[in-house]
């Protein structure tokens, strides 16, 4: 716990009215889980933008399928919630070069994209589906279609200029983040800098550190 009494590493965004949201996303530790606000009884069948469905939802966004710690735990999240009856959709939103075997030539790949679809069928390579120009309306269409209680962003830049949009198209949905470092190097602090900026737009940000949320709340300030 920090000084005001809020889970080290995690913090809501004062966000008024938009916390009256259908589901609560929670996938740390009881610590974290008892900070947060309480939230009210929720029905055995949802009824949302997407009319009844049994189970709850969610929206992962994120750049790439590649061997790396934040993909790892986003597949580690996507195989609880599953557990949990959750569905789970994955959107990809960037390209990922790697050499193919046997050719030497550069393609894009999705290292662990076996792994995701092992886990549901839903995995989305959003480069390979829409032009730039057509990415966000079909980032529209997912949104209308898998009527998510959940928008999840991990390491997509992309994600974090469209959140305004997401609030604005799934008023409905819970949009939270996970962050895991601060890259000083790149435009002065990398993904978490980027995540500080559309904040009002985000409902949880999750970090790996308390150092990170630190930093993310220095920066959600400084942009207020």
Known sequence: MDGTGAAAGQFHVPV???????AVLVIAGPAAAAARPAAAARPAVLVGHGGAHPRRRILLLLPWLQLGGSERAVLNVAAHLLAQRWEVT???TMLFWGVEPGTGCYVPVHAWLAKALALTPDVFDL??????ADATRVLLYFLDTRDPDV??????????EHTELIQAAAPWAVVADYNHMVHMSWDGGGLPRFAAEPSAHIDLHQT????VSAAMRAWVAASA
């Open 16 to 22: 008024g009215a938009r916390c009256r949201r259908r």
């Open 208 to 211: 790996a550190s308390a150092n």
């Open 90 to 92: 994955f959107v990809l």
């Open 151 to 160: 928008v999840f962003l991990a390491n997509s830049r992309w994600a974090y």
């Open 127 to 132: 480069v390979t589906l829409a032009t730039n």
